[in-house]
């Protein structure tokens, strides 16, 4: 006599669980190759080849565009040629920028995804939430100490990251925490460390002189050291959000079904913080706090892939870069003779823009 069959309907295809599966082995997945289930697969692998095209296409314009604009022509000579009048143009400024905002980019986009995810709060954000503010004060903090190499306050922003993450998470209720609870904590959190980012600011002239352009969120100081420097933490990061793809989906059925398909929610919810923290954190040591960008992209992108983190992650690692390279350059044009800072612009252009989506369309748990 078979063992009863019970099914957890997903976005993707139903999982079907054996509830007495052969000894040894765990609950079976059996997603039916079904032929409009490929027919989205077909879609969606597309569209992520068009996001690659898009992103290079904004990383070349980024090249390109500055105070001295370069024709595509000079930027390719500019890459390849070290004799070249424009290679130390490229080389030395714009390069490293549009590699910075690449990494910084892909780090908040899928920081923000997986934090919805991981919370079932479709406000999460890095800057939102608060963790982007507590890199910044711990930051803030290593200047008062007299830190200020790149390699020295990256450790500060790491530490204030996590303990920001792990504090929002414990006070808006942890695995109980609503939307409502954590967006509450978030925000009490994010006034009370940008308050204490400008009593430092205001009552330490040098470190106003250091932050003063940071802490509105920059790719203008950015070289290849600084690219170095964060590459591993940034790295590691996308990798442990990669990974939690599947079992997030898991969890998101709630944590006895999660367990029942072999996963283990504690360790799930823990890879996920030690994954915002490097993201979060690099990204901000090296840029400055920058908001939107982890909260609009993932939004956009689910309206093309739905829920399924497997999708939803590398199209924000895709696009989510695509929208800070391309505010950083629109700052350039539209500060000439100098620059807006790409900060100010992702602030600007990012909240009405939120605002379009949430009336457009009604903002839901992911």
């Known amino acids: 006599m078979s063992s009863p069959v019970r099914r957890f309907p997903t976005p993707e295809f139903t999982l079907s669980v054996i509830e007495s599966p052969p000894e040894g082995g765990r609950p079976a997945l059996s997603p039916p190759p079904t032929p409009s289930r490929r027919g989205r697969v077909a879609t969606r692998s ?45 080389h030395r400024m ?84 609503t939307p409502a609870r954590l967006a509450l904590a978030g925000a009490a959190l994010n006034a009370t460390l940008f308050s204490y980012v400008s009593a430092v600011m205001l009552l330490d002239s040098a470190s106003l002189d250091r932050l003063r352009f940071w802490t509105v969120g920059s790719l203008a100081t950015a070289d290849s050291a600084t690219v170095n ?5 940034l790295l590691v990061g996308l990798l442990v959000a990669l990974a939690t793809a599947r079992p997030l989906n898991a969890l998101a059925l709630g944590d006895d079904a999660a367990r029942a398909l072999g996963a283990r929610p504690a360790l799930i919810r823990a890879a996920v913080i030690v994954a915002v923290t490097l993201l979060c954190g690099a990204a901000t040591a090296a840029c400055g706090p920058i908001v939107f960008v982890g909260l609009l992209v993932p939004h956009l992108v689910r309206a093309l892939t739905g829920p399924d983190l497997r999708w939803l992650l590398p199209y924000c690692a895709l ?39 949430v009336t457009r369309r009604r903002v839901g748990t992911p």
């Open 319 to 357: 696009l989510a870069p695509v929208l800070l390279l391309g505010a950083d350059v629109l700052g350039r044009v539209l500060g000439r003779p100098g620059e807006l800072q790409v900060g100010m612009v992702t602030a600007v252009f990012g909240g009405p823009l939120f605002l379009w989506l």
């Open 94 to 177: 714009r390069l490293p920028r549009t590699l910075l905002g690449l990494l910084a980019g892909a780090a908040l986009g899928v920081a923000g995804a997986v934090m919805q995810a991981l919370t079932r709060n479709p406000l999460a954000d890095p800057g939102l939430l608060g963790i982007n503010a507590g890199a910044s004060a711990a930051v803030a903090t290593s200047a008062l100490l007299g830190v200020t190499a790149l390699n020295g306050y990256v450790w500060f922003a790491l530490l204030g990251a996590a303990v920001v993450t792990a504090l929002v998470y414990a006070v808006g209720g942890g695995r109980g925490a």
């Open 46 to 90: 597309a569209g992520l080849v068009a996001a690659v095209l898009l992103l290079v296409a904004v990383a070349v314009l980024s090249i390109a565009v500055g105070a001295k604009q370069l024709p595509l022509a000079d930027v390719w000579s500019g890459l390849l040629h070290s004799d070249s009048a424009e290679y130390a143009v490229v």
């Open 229 to 233: 420097r964060v590459l591993p933490f």
